[in-house]
């Protein structure tokens, strides 16, 4: 990753940027389900506050960014979170999906979130190869899962359990 590259915490100037970076991994067809970006409303008060970064050019451009949201509102689950890393086109293959990425984990940690998880497309290879080297592992395939442009999409589920939770 470029030294001059910053992830710190995401705020509400980052908003527009961020989202564009959302749309723009939307339009590539093998990020999500999802057809659009989220408002700001919704993607803020979907997303944990305290696990949402940005990395940030010398100029404070957003090159992607990661967050994350409660998969239940049951106490059974309240370690256990989903994730979402996305980088701009412009600056992948540089490492910041991997630096955003060990941040998010790094912050889940410290917070005790004993389990980080996603479902990636299998066809994003470059998804399920970051993710490996982030430590996740695939825990099953749910085929079929759902319909997207028009065809059924298989997910590849993924977690990393925590290593500081026992």
């Known amino acids: ?10 705020l509400p100037e980052h908003a527009g940027q961020v989202l564009t970076i959302h749309q723009h991994g939307i339009d590539g067809g093998d990020a999500t ?16 506050t305290e696990h949402r970064l940005v990395a940030l050019d010398a100029t404070g451009q957003v090159l ?3 967050a994350a949201v409660p998969v239940s509102d049951r106490c059974a689950y309240a370690g256990v979170v ?25 912050s889940t940690d410290a917070a005790g979130i004993w389990t980080v998880q996603c479902g990636i ?10 993710h490996t080297k982030a430590g996740f592992r695939v825990i099953g395939t749910r085929e079929r899962l759902g319909r997207h442009h028009g065809r059924w999409r298989d997910v590849i589920l993924l977690e990393r359990r925590s290593p500081a939770v026992s």
């Open 64 to 66: 992607g960014w990661a």
């Open 33 to 48: 389900f999802e057809t659009t970006a989220p408002s700001w409303e919704a993607f803020d008060a979907s997303r944990l």
């Open 121 to 130: 497309f299998p066809e994003n290879t470059a998804s399920l190869a970051l």
């Open 82 to 106: 989903e994730h979402s890393v996305y980088v701009h086109s412009a600056a992948r293959g540089q490492g910041l999906g991997l630096a955003l990425l060990r941040a998010l984990l790094a």
């Open 1 to 10: 990753m470029n030294a001059a590259v910053t992830i710190t915490a995401m």
